[in-house]
């Protein structure tokens, strides 16, 4: 009746067998009651067995007693298609296999051939289960298997007492019987004689197809049977045969750890893990019958890309695998100590029922189990179904404020690493695909906690506002960055979240909802993260009852968070009755506001039910810190309410932030060069970016987050070109906007290159010699730089090189010498005294510039003409190299004409209208330079208006165009008609020559249109909340007694929405669902006047 479910049905000397494999990775099993007899038999889940451990497995075990590490397939690297998919179609591997039995093993089976031999069909066929499942690989059973069936320990050919004995033997075993080429992997069962340790051993990993490909043993107990136990143990011993690692961490820190595959904390609970054999260190009294993630990642490299592909065979089974897809981009931040769940999706091709697994595929240090150091695995991995979701730590675990030592949350910043894993579970071959997510925990936030509602005595009343509480714990900044949290509610003791009580509110720790009509004794809530995976619950269940009195209950929409001065706060005051409370209520203010901070109610009397917005005006506050106040809601004839606010006030006063040196406009720059701008007391750190452009679409050279008022570029400038460069002021507000562009342009010199035509050369490794190379220049001129554009070559010994430069007048420079130790290898780099750096060890062999040992400065005022000879000495016997290219690059100081403005007037133009930019109004000449040539580069654009370019559309930062451009008619500005104020924009102008002309300002001066001017009868509103994600309230500052539109633009000025509404309304919502993040302008039009408000959508 289940489509996932599979059964694998063995009929025998041995009686009847069946296996049935669960969807959610569990065994059953049918088989007799009692081996030996055919009559009675029975039937029971996995699961229900006793977990049993009786040694650990032995694996990688090599002739001298030491182990190995999982062999690597590099150098080759899946491309991104082949990775996290195993085939597509599905592959089935087929291993030809030989299983041997020892005589006692025969002994404990029947003690006849063909009893012991279908002993060794069974355990092979189980575990050919979960291989074929798991991982495409079927270990076919070869016929010869039958002359290694062994039922007499007194004649078999095995000697020696454990299973490092018998592995070690079974390869010469097998040829003598079986011929070494009728198999590609072999193995030996055997019966464990509780000595040496071990109940499984490998030879090697990844021995398959080599020449002790039939190194492996596993053993067991029991008298006709050894039990579920054993075909785990096989299955380790064959996987690691198969290069698969162990899986655990930790095992009483005894010996056989694989550091690279160590994904499951502590002993682990796998096939490939020690479950049960560790002491304190156990996750599990025993293995669970599937492979880890990481596991079947490394059987898939092994015999797709490695060694494992030598042999075998594959059949294409018509099956194809799952493909995960999973909604989160790696690098993000969670808080420490913090609950999280992830989520994903997979669809198979054939429609096939999934099961999934999200597990931890992290490495790290050897660490006790509850513990964690670097990126050591802290999470275990259990068998799942068909969830694609996973709570780390288990909902159980979270619900009861428990501690369970293999699912521990991170405690210090680290990375975090999981896969979801999709297996479709049909025989013969199933598909399987995994994705991965990589994101950080963040030691300096967290844990993320709801403190209110948080204990049992909490009870909430049916329509009451309640507040509910929670501690951020710098979850709302960077690198988290949680602007935004959803408030869901339980009420089955918190196992499931169906009731949503607010929807994507400030994450500021604090938000009034009003309490749903879902009484029970059973309530829970959980607050999560609306753009993250970290979520928090209430410790204890808690009581929604029935209201037992009339009452009066309001709460706000906003009562804290952070205010960027001058930002306004606004919130709205939410109220409701009761039973039927019916009493008007008046509002008032109580506390002390900031001092210049204005509050405003839209109305200050009202009936339950009705809301109210506050408004306060921050734009004359000046002073930071934390400020309380209270919201107070007075029935008629009744006690006070009272809400109170607390707003954390943060200045952002950047105005004396400005860009120094170089100065802008500023021509003939040094090619070495350290930007500098002036401090200013609200900034805690500022980024700064570099760049050929001022749209800064290309950054050459950048820094975040850095604390000091400069930035050295670290590479060598162009000659004869423009740079860009701005900063913008940090603090915990955020980014705030760029200062700047600001320009400048190094010199121009004209320059060439000459490059050697007597090279490769060799530096014998006899003696110490001298190798010269010449460069000839025929007509030269005198020299103001001259730079070593390349030297490449090899040398087995650096520091034996001295390596100097010889002008035509015998002038001599030493370039560098004895550098750089006992450095070996290829160099490629080249020299000038502009360079920011000076001469690295070990030498660069990627063309970068840097400084010679001395400068090359005695060269500068000489003719270059002659012949430059590139004198090598190798100063010490014994090594030698080569000498590949050599280049010289001679500048002499160019003349430049740089562009100059003819006409820079204002253009007038009415409010809401439009006109063209014409060269009456702005126009540039350059003495040899055409206007075609003359190539204007806009800096910044209008801030109430934009620039069109005829067949090009806007004009952004970084856009172009020519003088020719404006003498054509071609470039019109478009005014937005929301300011009267002076707008326009900067521009530099290049002759491309080296010329240029930086960086005057194009000024527009809008005029007031009609019987009245916007900027003489200013229109008063308030935006709530600004920034906003869904919607924002739009709010006048006294109610409109005239009809009223509301017109938002972009940034590129296209209308995006007009709203009218009537006389006499005090507040309009705008919906902005299908908006894109950014800035708008928002304008506020009426007979009276206009006002204009930016809006930030987040």
């Known amino acids: ?455 049992a005595s909490a009870n909430w009343k049916i329509g009451e506002y309640v507040n509910v509480t929670w501690d951020v714990a710098k979850t709302d900044q960077a690198p988290v960055n949680c602007k935004n949290v959803n408030i869901r509610l339980s009420i089955d003791g918190g196992l499931t979240y169906p009731y949503t009580l607010a929807s994507g509110v400030d994450n500021d720790g604090g938000q009034y909802v009003q309490v749903p009509d879902l009484p029970t004794s059973k309530a829970r809530v959980r607050i999560d993260a609306a753009d993250n995976i970290f979520f928090d619950v209430s410790n204890a269940n808690f009581s929604i009852q029935q209201p037992t009195q009339p009452t009066l209950t309001f709460g706000l929409s906003n009562d804290a968070g952070q205010i960027c001065l001058p930002d306004a706060f606004g919130t709205e005051i939410l109220t409701a009755g009761s039973l039927g409370f019916s009493d008007p209520v008046t509002l008032s203010l109580d506390g002390n506001l900031p001092t210049g901070a204005t509050a405003t109610f839209d109305k200050t009397n009202l009936m339950p039910g009705e809301n109210a917005f506050l408004t306060v005006d921050m734009n004359n506050v000046t002073e930071e810190g934390i400020f309380s106040f209270d919201v107070v809601a007075t029935p008629a004839g009744g006690t006070p309410l009272v809400r109170t606010i607390t707003l954390n006030l943060v200045s952002n006063d950047f105005s004396g932030l400005a860009l120094q040196i170089p100065a802008d406009g500023s021509d003939n720059q040094l090619l070495t060069q350290v930007l500098h701008w002036n401090a200013v007391p609200d900034a805690e750190t500022y980024d700064v970016e570099f760049s050929k452009n001022p749209s800064f679409t290309n950054v050459l050279a950048s820094k975040t987050d850095t604390p000091i008022d400069s930035f050295k570029i670290p590479f060598l400038l162009e000659k004869g070109t423009a740079y860009y460069w701005r900063v913008r002021p940090r603090n915990e507000c955020g980014p705030r906007d760029w200062s700047g562009p600001n320009f400048f342009s190094t010199f121009a010199e004209n320059c060439q290159s000459f490059t050697a035509n007597d090279l490769p050369k060799n530096i014998t490794a006899n003696g110490t010699p001298t190798i010269e190379t010449k460069i000839t220049v025929n007509a030269g001129g005198i020299i103001s730089d001259i730079n070593v554009g390349q030297l490449k070559g090899y040398h087995e010994f650096f520091k034996d090189l001295e390596v100097h430069l010889v002008s035509p007048q015998g002038v001599e420079v030493l370039l560098f010498g004895e550098k750089c130790g006992n450095y070996n290898g290829f160099y490629n780099f080249g020299l000038s005294d502009d360079a920011p750096s000076a001469f690295p060890c070990p030498p660069a062999n990627n063309g970068q510039i840097y400084r010679p040992q001395n400068d090359l400065s005695p060269f500068y005022g000489l003719d270059n003409t002659g012949t430059w000879t590139l004198r090598v000495k190798d100063n010490v016997l014994g090594a030698g190299g080569t000498i590949q290219n050599f280049k010289l690059e001679f500048c002499a100081t160019a003349s430049v004409s740089p562009p100059y403005l003819v006409n820079n007037n204002p253009l007038s133009i009415p409010t809401g209208t439009n006109a063209l930019i014409t060269q009456d109004l702005l126009l540039a000449e350059d003495a040899n330079n055409t206007h075609a040539q003359l190539v204007f580069t806009l800096l910044t654009v209008p801030e109430n208006g934009l620039l069109d370019r005829i067949g090009f559309g806007t004009l952004h930062p970084g856009d172009q165009f020519t003088q020719t451009s404006l003498d054509a008619g071609e470039i019109r500005f478009f005014d937005y008609g929301s300011s009267s104020e002076p707008d326009g924009f900067r521009f530099t102008v290049s002759d491309g020559e080296g010329g240029f002309l930086g960086t005057p300002k194009f000024v527009i001066l809008p005029q007031g249109v009609g019987t009245h001017s916007p900027g003489d009868n200013a229109l008063d509103f308030s935006l709530f909340p600004n920034p906003a994600s869904d919607a924002v309230w739009v709010v006048p500052g006294q109610v409109v007694d005239a009809n009223t539109r509301i017109s938002v633009f972009n940034a590129s000025g296209q209308l995006i929405e007009t709203v009218v509404f009537a006389a006499g309304a005090d507040r309009i919502q705008l919906r902005t669902p299908g908006w894109a993040r950014g800035l708008y302008l928002v304008r506020l039009e009426s007979e009276k006047g206009t006002g204009v408000k930016k809006l930030i959508l987040k």
């Not at 009559?39 to 029971?44: A, K, N, V």
């Not at 020892?102 to 069909?121: N, P, R, S």
């Not at 004995?165 to 079974?170: L, V």
């Not at 930790?250 to 682990?268: I, Q, T, V």
Request: hydrophobic fraction near 35%; proline fraction near 6%.
């Open 1 to 455: 009746s289940n489509p996932a479910r599979t059964v694998r049905v063995m009929y025998s000397p041995r009686g009847f067998r069946a296996m049935i494999l669960q969807p959610d990775l569990g065994v059953a099993y049918v088989e007799p009651y009692a081996w030996g007899q055919d009559e009675y038999y029975i039937s029971y889940d996995r699961a229900d067995l006793p977990r049993q451990n009786p040694a650990k497995l032995g694996d990688g075990w090599l002739k001298d007693g030491t182990t190995a590490e999982p062999v690597p397939v590099e150098p080759y690297t899946p491309p991104a298609e082949e990775r996290g998919v195993v085939i597509d179609p599905v592959q089935l591997k087929v291993y030809r296999y030989v299983a041997a039995a020892t005589g006692e093993f025969g002994e404990d089976h029947g003690g006849t051939k063909d009893l012991v031999f279908a002993a060794i069909v069974d355990y092979t066929d189980r575990v050919n289960a979960i291989f074929e499942r798991d991982v495409n690989i079927r270990l076919q059973l070869i016929a010869a298997s039958q002359n290694v069936a062994f039922i007499n320990p007194g004649s078999d050919p095995y000697s020696g007492q454990t299973v490092f004995d018998w592995a070690g033997q079974n390869q010469a075993v097998l040829n003598q019987y079986c011929n070494f080429n009728s198999h590609d992997i072999g193995h030996v069962y055997a019966r464990y004689l509780g000595i040496g340790g071990a109940i499984g051993v490998s030879m090697g990993l990844g021995i398959v197809c080599g020449n002790n490909k039939g190194g492996g043993c596993s053993a067991g107990n029991g008298n006709g049977d050894y039990g579920d136990y054993f075909v785990g143990v096989i299955g380790q011993e064959v996987g690691h045969q198969l290069n698969g690692g162990h899986t655990w961490n930790r095992c009483g820190g005894g010996a056989g750890r694989h550091g690279n595959s160590a994904f499951e904390p502590g002993s682990g609970s796998t096939i490939m893990s020690y479950a049960g054999a560790c002491g304190s260190d156990n996750v599990q009294g025993g293995a669970d019958l599937y492979f880890h993630s990481g596991s079947v990642e490394e059987f898939y490299k092994f015999y797709t890309f490695g060694t494992g592909g030598n042999c075998g065979s594959s059949v294409t089974t018509g099956n194809f695998p799952p493909e995960v897809t999973l909604p989160y981009e790696d690098n993000f931040f969670i808080p420490i100590l913090t609950p999280f769940e992830v989520n994903g999706s997979a669809t198979d091709p054939d429609g096939d029922v999934l099961s999934y697994v999200w597990e931890e595929v992290d490495t790290g240090p050897e660490v006790p189990l509850g513990t964690e150091s670097a990126n050591s695995a802290i999470f275990r991995t259990y068998p799942s179904g068909a969830a694609t979701n996973r709570y780390f730590p288990r909902l159980s675990t979270i619900l009861n404020n428990g501690v369970y030592n293999a699912e521990i949350l991170p405690e210090y910043t680290r990375d975090v690493t999981l896969r979801l894993i999709a297996r479709d579970n049909l025989p013969g071959g199933g598909g399987v695909g995994w994705k991965d997510v990589a994101f950080k925990a963040w030691g300096e936030a967290g844990p993320f906690l709801v403190t209110t509602p948080n204990t």
